[in-house]
């Protein structure tokens, strides 16, 4: 194994902890919670990011090893398994408040971060089978629409008004998700009927990739029914909402307050680093596959995780992302930090207005 790829072994710490909470009596439930929105925040609060980069050479040699491809592939069938496993878990009888609720963060935790997280990463690939595996992961957390508004509608509306995934200055978290999830869905009907207009076909097609995907997710959930019963079947579908808030969190968190300028024909000034919150917090970047170097995702998102970049030019976040979701659950606090971080960036790029043009395609 390539020594750089072997940090990507801690990835497997969250699911470690998982099968702890979801085969454990009692507080252990919450052993992958704690892990996740206690520990991880607290170290990555008094722990400073790594700015550093790959050399050219090293980028190279990192794109042509199969070991980073292999870690995301081993995650559908670890997602499958906990999927499996938690259902055997809630409907255990007897469960307590605390087992249950503990049980079911768990599997919310797993649909957002192996579920949509990895299915992120795989759905920009072009690949067919890797494109397969990203529905599949999605399907675990019934979101694969995901797939389409995400690569065909926020990676280009990204930091606009237009981008329902893009959160505005002084917009209170919860009224985002709302927006969000619904404006999102829409959005992807949308751009699927424009797909299949231009290609000459019907709406009412098996061609619709949304006309498949509610039919596959209706089935998945009917098939977790007839196995597990009632009480399984809304646990899941609980735990898969959860994971797509965490999800909606995590969007609020990448792009708050942020916006390109528009020019006088309506168009918008080019993505660049400066578009997205980046952060560069260690165990963050590990156990979510470098997805929170955000800034260079937005700004070539052809460029597989293990190469992602830091740019000087790029706002950064205060702590990690499991840090900025807390922060983000409470109004006051967040605004309070963030909006005095947007004033101080804003000072800089008025005092120096060709900072954020440095960025270069690598």
Known sequence: MNIRAFKYTAIFTGPAMGYVSLTQPGWWTWALPIYVYLLIPLIELLAKGSKKNMSAAEEEMARKDPVYDYFLYIQ????????????????????????????????????????????????????????????????????????IEHNRGHHKRVATDEDPASAR???????FMF?????????????????????GYGFWSWRNEMIRFQLIQLLFVGLIYYGFGLIGMLSFITAANLGILMLETINYVEHYGLRRKQKDNGSYEKILPAHSWNSNHY??????????RHSDHHYKSSRQYQVLRHFDEAYQMPTGYPGMILLALVPPIWFYVMHRRIEKLTKLDQLHPDRILHATEG
């Open 169 to 175: 200055y002084g917009e209170i978290i919860y009224f």
């Open 179 to 199: 927006r969000s999830v619904v404006f999102g869905f829409m959005s992807a009907w949308k751009l699927e009927a424009a797909r299949l207009k231009a290609k």
């Open 283 to 292: 165990i963050g970047r590990i156990m979510l596959f470098e997805i929170s």
């Open 76 to 147: 559908v069938l670890v997602q499958y398994a906990f999927v499996v496993l938690f259902l055997y878990a809630i409907t255990e009888p007897g469960l307590s408040i605390v087992e249950y609720s503990g049980r079911i963060l768990t599997m919310g935790i797993a649909c957002v971060s192996l579920g949509i997280n990895v299915g992120h990463e795989l759905g920009h690939r072009a690949k067919l089978h890797e494109r397969f595996m990203a529905k599949m992961l999605l399907l675990s957390t019934l979101y694969m629409h995901f797939i």
